[in-house]
């Protein structure tokens, strides 16, 4: 018989002007493993933290573990034995990772903290996870990836009875989120429900007994994932077959050089990096998390320093010491964190789009607002920005949105060479698939496009060529004639002395 | 997850530019005009219960008291904007108010000299004092609350070497004469010069590029940085404007009480902040106009002057401006809740 473990009856929730869910009815069963899909903007985020206790439903009712539940805080959540690991990490940064794992019942001794029994508990937990650290590390010296383990093993600490994972594999290496498929299967072993969030469809096999889809706030369809092919997801959860989407357009041919870098060495102990974009090329930066690709994109744009190497563009050299510099020389980078260093999120889109180049909406320091609406209202409709008004704080954007902002910003400063740091992050299929085609227009136009991503199969979707990194250095290069899952990733971890599973 | 909802109805140009319209109508509305209800709500208060409250004497004192701490907060408004603070200002005043005494007591310069020569040197030392502040709170990234906490002290003590610790009177007839003026018989000289301070700090922040960048860097100053621009040169820039203005203010200090003085200023700075943040500007930076600035300058002088006329002890004063300071930042919070709510609409 099925005894389900959370059973929510029309459910719904509306924010001022928007109904985020709709008349949402949803079963989990005890120890299933659930996949929740839907585009950005489909209304994941608000179901779970309806569960987390962020805010409360205002209709319909939810049950938990055989009692009603509306939690108030998450807290309450905690408490019912739900826990969340959400998408955007919340980290006590200055503390340990210990604090941070047994932050919510330190063990105590006379009312002090007993920190032997912490780092004791904490290095147990942190095996189980694969969290090669020291308990005593501080959290702020992690990376993403480790960061992310972080939570996961928090979720495992506290007897939860549903672990609900928001896109975990975003920020982690393919050997990371192996790692993280065998804790989930030995969680499920154990009895224990999980919820899962992701965009990466190859992925949700590994976790999933049953997978819902949900479109524009309402619930599509609760289907077992035995049988389900990935184009009859993406059909649910866009309304429409996606085909075409991985058309490769990258076939106009442009000579010519975009961009050319000649020994580059961020500091005594990296190794020097040398690489070429042609003008209309995209070139794919494959490698692990930490493997150098970032950095170096941000020491090309002189984000941060380098202490050697010669940068070409367009065949000239210039002299790159500042991103000032980068961007006067035609350069120009969208970082990995699109909110923390990409966008001003409490601004408009009018202004986000400007700024790269203001001289060009104003004359003798003044602003011409006329010209910065036309400037802008031009880029809202070539990149089909969705938003009513250009006058919208980019905050209120979707993921895929804020990307296309990024962008425009960049089209608007007329970038030659576009240094794109994992551009489709967090990005739902249907606006990656146009993020995808803007690119190959953009080079098609002449542009060069440096393409770094986790994704494989982004990369060999779309690139013309891609280059492997590993410590720091460039450890390969394909042809997109010789593209091969297999060999890219055994180039990405020969380096590390790894060898992949399967 | 809301865009996707509403853009279907809006995506016309007219729909945009009526959306557009609203937006701006609320935005502003709801940032000053929130400010300004609360400003006429207080006058209405003291007009029906203070003695002598609704009276053009009166209303011609407040005038002349906002004058110098709407000065002063209009150039601290810019820097908050940045994200910075800016503690330096009262003594500052001090400073230029003898720097500025000195020049126009000095009796070999003929007046139509030492006055505009006074008003160039307070300006100057003021500027002066802003861009060391801010140069060395970019040169080695000191967070601006210890570099301006430093300069308060040396430039207090600056104006007591200065002056040799004594008050400067004596200052020409016509400059104390122009600052007793008033205009029309009902603006005061000096209300009319924190009001064209208040204007064109308005067009800077509102219509200049320099302004757009201010609000950028408040915003994500990383994210400016990446786009390509330096926000050093515009973050000691707003310091330097702070500094301006401490000696324009310096100069009205002088029209006003006509004695350049070291220990004149003190605690000024805490009232400019005060001024600020009841305007509505975010303390940590990108949001706010210097609009607000005025009207929050005025809240506090309506309610010093309102809670005197009141009959309130001076001692009960401090308690009820410290509340409204809080008060105002709460409410504040609520008002960003709300308009949010609005905007994603």
Same mark, same amino acid.
């Given at each position: 018989m099925f005894n389900p473990i959370l059973s929510m009856k029309s459910v719904g929730k509306r924010f001022p002007g928007v109904v985020a869910l709709r008349d949402v009815s949803l079963e989990i069963g005890r120890g299933e493993g659930h996949v929740l899909l839907g585009e950005n903007g489909a209304g994941k985020s608000t179901l779970i933290n309806l569960l987390a206790g962020l805010y409360p439903a205002d209709e319909g009712e939810i049950a938990f573990d055989g009692a009603p539940y509306r939690p108030r805080t998450p807290t309450d959540a905690y408490r019912a034995g739900i826990r969340v690991v959400h998408q955007e990490l919340s980290m006590l940064s200055?503390m340990?990772v210990a604090e941070n794992l047994l932050f919510e019942s330190l063990p105590q001794?006379?009312?002090?903290v007993?920190?032997?029994?912490t780092?004791?508990r904490a290095?147990?937990l942190m095996?189980e996870v694969?969290l090669?650290?020291?308990?005593?590390?501080?959290v702020?010296?992690?990376?993403v990836?480790?960061m992310q383990l972080i939570e996961i093993a928090k979720a495992l600490c506290y007897e939860s009875k549903l672990v609900i994972l928001d896109e975990p594999t975003a920020s982690l290496?393919?050997?990371?989120?192996?790692?993280l498929f065998?804790i989930l299967r030995r969680l499920k072993a154990k009895g224990v429900t999980i919820l899962y969030i992701s965009h990466?469809?190859?992925?949700i096999?590994?976790v999933g007994d049953r997978v819902t889809v949900l479109r524009d706030g309402q619930l599509v369809a609760t289907r077992?994932l035995?049988?389900?092919?990935?184009?009859?997801?993406?059909?649910?959860m866009?309304?429409?077959?996606?085909?075409?989407?991985?058309?490769?357009?990258?076939?106009?041919?442009?000579?010519?050089?975009?961009?050319?870098?000649?020994?580059?060495?961020?500091?005594?102990?990296?190794?020097?990096?040398?690489?070429?974009?042609?003008?209309?090329?995209?070139?794919?930066?494959?490698?692990?998390?930490?493997?150098?690709?970032?950095?170096?994109?941000?020491?090309?744009?002189?984000?941060?320093?380098?202490?050697?190497?010669?940068?070409?563009?367009?065949?000239?050299?210039?002299?790159?010491?500042?991103?000032?510099?980068?961007?006067?020389?035609?350069?120009?980078?969208?970082?990995?964190?699109?909110k923390?260093?990409?966008?001003?999120l409490?601004?408009?889109?009018?202004?986000?789009?400007?700024?790269?180049?203001?001289?060009?909406?104003?004359?003798?320091?003044?602003?011409?607002?006329?010209?910065?609406?036309?400037?802008?209202?031009?880029?809202?409709?070539?990149?089909?920005?969705?938003?009513?008004?250009?006058?919208?704080?980019?905050r209120n954007f979707s993921g895929?949105?804020?990307?296309?902002?990024?962008?425009?910003?960049?089209?608007?400063?007329?970038?030659?060479?576009?240094?794109?740091?994992?551009?489709?992050?967090g990005?739902d299929?249907?606006?990656?698939?146009?993020?995808?085609?803007?690119?190959?227009?953009?080079?098609?136009?002449?542009?060069?496009?440096?393409?770094?991503?986790?994704?494989?199969?982004?990369?060999?979707?779309?690139?013309?060529?891609?280059?492997?990194?590993?410590?720091?250095?460039?450890?390969?290069?394909?042809?997109?004639?010789?593209?091969?899952?297999?060999?890219?990733?055994?180039?990405?971890?020969?380096?590390?002395?790894?060898?992949?599973?399967? | 997850m809301r865009n996707t909802d509403?853009?279907?109805?809006?995506?016309?140009?007219?729909?945009?530019?009526?959306?557009?319209?609203?937006?701006?109508?609320?935005?502003?509305?709801?940032?000053?005009?929130?400010?300004?209800?609360?400003?006429?709500?207080?006058?209405?208060?003291?007009?029906?219960?203070?003695?002598?409250?609704?009276?053009?004497?009166?209303?011609?004192?407040?005038?002349?008291?906002?004058?110098?701490?709407?000065?002063?907060?209009?150039?601290?408004?810019?820097?908050?904007?940045?994200?910075?603070?800016?503690?330096?200002?009262?003594?500052?005043?001090?400073?230029?108010?003898?720097?500025?005494?000195?020049?126009?007591?000095?009796?070999?310069?003929?007046?139509?000299?030492?006055?505009?020569?006074?008003?160039?040197?307070?300006?100057?030392?003021?500027?002066?004092?802003?861009?060391?502040?801010?140069?060395?709170?970019?040169?080695?990234?000191?967070?601006?609350?210890?570099?301006?906490?430093?300069?308060?002290?040396?430039?207090?003590?600056?104006?007591?070497?200065? #002056?040799?610790?004594? *008050?400067?009177? =004596?200052?020409?007839?016509?400059? $104390?004469?122009?600052?007793? @003026?008033?205009? !029309? %018989?009902?603006?005061?000289?000096?209300?009319?010069?924190?009001?064209?301070?208040?204007?064109?700090?308005?067009?800077?922040?509102?219509?200049?590029?320099?302004?757009?960048?201010?609000?950028?860097?408040?915003?994500?100053?990383?994210?400016?940085?990446?786009?390509?621009?330096?926000?050093?040169?515009?973050?000691?820039?707003?310091?330097?404007?702070?500094?301006?203005?401490?000696?324009?203010?310096?100069?009205?200090?002088?029209?006003?009480?006509?004695?350049?003085?070291?220990?004149?200023?003190?605690?000024?700075?805490?009232?400019?902040?005060?001024?600020?943040?009841?305007?509505?500007?975010?303390?940590?930076?990108?949001?706010? #106009?210097?609009?607000? *600035?005025?009207? =929050?300058?005025?809240?506090?002088? $309506?309610?010093?002057?309102? @809670?005197?006329? !009141? %009959?309130?002890?001076?001692?009960?004063?401090?308690?009820?401006?410290?509340?409204?300071?809080?008060?105002?930042?709460v409410?504040d919070a609520y008002r960003d809740r709300f308009l949010r709510a609005i905007e994603s609409r």
């Amino acid at each position: 018989m099925f005894n389900p473990i959370l059973s929510m009856k029309s459910v719904g929730k509306r924010f001022p002007g928007v109904v985020a869910l709709r008349d949402v009815s949803l079963e989990i069963g005890r120890g299933e493993g659930h996949v929740l899909l839907g585009e950005n903007g489909a209304g994941k985020s608000t179901l779970i933290n309806l569960l987390a206790g962020l805010y409360p439903a205002d209709e319909g009712e939810i049950a938990f573990d055989g009692a009603p539940y509306r939690p108030r805080t998450p807290t309450d959540a905690y408490r019912a034995g739900i826990r969340v690991v959400h998408q955007e990490l919340s980290m006590l940064s200055q503390m340990t990772v210990a604090e941070n794992l047994l932050f919510e019942s330190l063990p105590q001794r006379h009312g002090l903290v007993n920190y032997r029994e912490t780092n004791r508990r904490a290095a147990a937990l942190m095996e189980e996870v694969g969290l090669a650290a020291a308990p005593t590390t501080l959290v702020s010296r992690l990376g993403v990836a480790q960061m992310q383990l972080i939570e996961i093993a928090k979720a495992l600490c506290y007897e939860s009875k549903l672990v609900i994972l928001d896109e975990p594999t975003a920020s982690l290496t393919s050997k990371e989120v192996e790692r993280l498929f065998e804790i989930l299967r030995r969680l499920k072993a154990k009895g224990v429900t999980i919820l899962y969030i992701s965009h990466r469809l190859h992925e949700i096999a590994e976790v999933g007994d049953r997978v819902t889809v949900l479109r524009d706030g309402q619930l599509v369809a609760t289907r077992p994932l035995a049988g389900l092919t990935i184009p009859e997801i993406v059909h649910m959860m866009v309304g429409r077959s996606m085909e075409g989407e991985d058309a490769f357009r990258g076939d106009v041919v442009v000579s010519g050089e975009a961009l050319r870098v000649k020994g580059l060495r961020r500091n005594a102990k990296t190794p020097e990096v040398s690489l070429r974009v042609g003008k209309g090329e995209i070139v794919g930066v494959a490698g692990l998390v930490g493997s150098g690709r970032t950095e170096t994109a941000r020491a090309i744009f002189g984000a941060d320093p380098k202490i050697a190497g010669e940068i070409f563009v367009e065949g000239v050299r210039v002299e790159i010491a500042s991103p000032k510099d980068a961007v006067r020389h035609g350069l120009c980078l969208m970082t990995e964190d699109r909110k923390g260093q990409g966008l001003l999120l409490g601004m408009s889109c009018a202004e986000n789009i400007t700024i790269t180049d203001l001289r060009k909406i104003s004359s003798r320091g003044i602003l011409e607002r006329d010209a910065e609406r036309s400037a802008a209202t031009g880029l809202v409709d070539e990149l089909r920005i969705k938003t009513p008004s250009i006058d919208q704080l980019v905050r209120n954007f979707s993921g895929g949105n804020q990307q296309k902002v990024v962008i425009a910003k960049w089209l608007f400063r007329g970038s030659k060479v576009l240094l794109c740091d994992e551009p489709t992050r967090g990005i739902d299929v249907g606006a990656k698939a146009e993020i995808y085609d803007l690119l190959w227009t953009l080079a098609a136009e002449g542009r060069g496009v440096l393409f770094i991503s986790s994704e494989l199969p982004e990369l060999i979707a779309i690139s013309h060529r891609i280059i492997v990194f590993a410590k720091g250095r460039v450890v390969g290069e394909v042809a997109r004639a010789e593209f091969d899952q297999h060999r890219i990733l055994s180039m990405a971890y020969e380096e590390y002395g790894l060898e992949r599973s399967h | 997850m809301r865009n996707t909802d509403l853009s279907e109805a809006t995506e016309t140009g007219r729909g945009r530019r009526t959306a557009a319209l609203w937006n701006d109508v609320l935005r502003f509305s709801m940032r000053e005009a929130g400010v300004a209800v609360g400003l006429v709500l207080i006058v209405l208060f003291f007009c029906f219960t203070a003695p002598y409250f609704a009276t053009p004497e009166n209303f011609l004192k407040i005038f002349v008291q906002i004058a110098i701490n709407t000065v002063l907060a209009s150039g601290m408004t810019i820097v908050i904007l940045t994200g910075g603070i800016d503690l330096s200002v009262g003594s500052v005043l001090a400073l230029c108010t003898v720097v500025g005494a000195l020049i126009m007591t000095d009796q070999a310069l003929p007046v139509y000299v030492s006055v505009p020569l006074a008003l160039v040197g307070c300006m100057g030392v003021g500027s002066l004092c802003g861009f060391v502040n801010g140069f060395v709170v970019e040169q080695w990234k000191i967070p601006s609350f210890i570099v301006t906490l430093g300069m308060l002290n040396v430039a207090s003590g600056a104006a007591r070497v200065t #002056s040799n610790n004594s *008050t400067i009177t =004596g200052l020409p007839q016509p400059f $104390v004469d122009f600052g007793n @003026l008033i205009v !029309f %018989g009902v603006f005061p000289s000096i209300f009319l010069i924190a009001v064209g301070v208040i204007l064109i700090g308005w067009f800077i922040l509102r219509f200049t590029v320099f302004g757009r960048f201010i609000y950028a860097i408040g915003t994500n100053e990383e994210a400016v940085r990446l786009s390509g621009h330096n926000p050093r040169t515009y973050k000691v820039a707003a310091f330097t404007i702070s500094g301006l203005t401490a000696g324009i203010a310096a100069m009205v200090y002088l029209l006003r009480l006509n004695v350049g003085s070291p220990i004149a200023g003190a605690g000024y700075e805490l009232n400019a902040i005060a001024a600020v943040i009841i305007g509505g500007t975010s303390f940590s930076g990108g949001k706010g #106009s210097i609009i607000g *600035t005025l009207v =929050g300058a005025c809240i506090l002088q $309506v309610l010093t002057t309102g @809670l005197q006329l !009141f %009959g309130a002890g001076d001692n009960v004063k401090p308690i009820v401006i410290g509340t409204v300071i809080v008060l105002a930042v709460v409410l504040d919070a609520y008002r960003d809740r709300f308009l949010r709510a609005i905007e994603s609409r």
